[in-house]
């Protein structure tokens, strides 16, 4: 059984479009949340950690959590082409071993 | 800092051979990782260390894998023997301590081909 679950995509949105991403997860006690992007071909990056109900935002990067929904989305504003990569969601379990798991990711296109 | 180091970057080898990969952490952090990336699966963790003590490997898919981590400075991922369905890119990964904050550093990876 999966535990963070994304759509695989791809998403293709146009350029200077408003990108939405979007992950769950099962573990109701987890606590640490993160997005990593990875460009093909590349190991991945982090890009966003969220740890509280609410937005977090970092220039065009929006990070949401919704704890008592158990999911966390990323908003990516003005997309550009460069843009365009897989978007992983990670969740740190909440426990001794705070292992993180990875969703599959969301492939992102950014059309120009 | 050179960021995790990890080689081969690229490996082919026959089914039934020895597979070894090889990683150096970035230096000062204590926690490693191992993970495996498939299309089918995605990004699986396969097993970590905290301060060189392997603490979890539940997922390490079968008796053919192990890994070691010798030193701060070294750690190893073994599958022997090999088999196709091996195939996929192995990622080490480091941090810093292992509280929410701490961010993984990946490496560049060891794309593996077993034919």
Known sequence: QKEVEQNSGPLSVPEGAIASLNCTYSDRVSQSFFWYRQYSGKSPELIMSIYSNGDKEDGRFTAQLNKASQ???LL???SQPSDSATYLCAVRENNQGGKLIFGQGTELSVKP | DAGVIQSPRHE???????VTLRCKPISGHDYLFWYRQTMMRGLELLIYF???VPIDDSGMPEDRFSAKMPNASF???KIQPSEPRDSAVYFCASSRGQGGSEKLFFGSGTQLSVL
């Open chain 1, 76 to 78: 990516i504003r003005d």
């Open chain 2, 50 to 52: 905290n301060n060189n």
């Open chain 2, 12 to 18: 082919v080898t026959e089914m039934g051979q020895e």
């Open chain 1, 71 to 73: 999911y966390v989305s």
């Open chain 2, 75 to 77: 750690s190893t991922l």
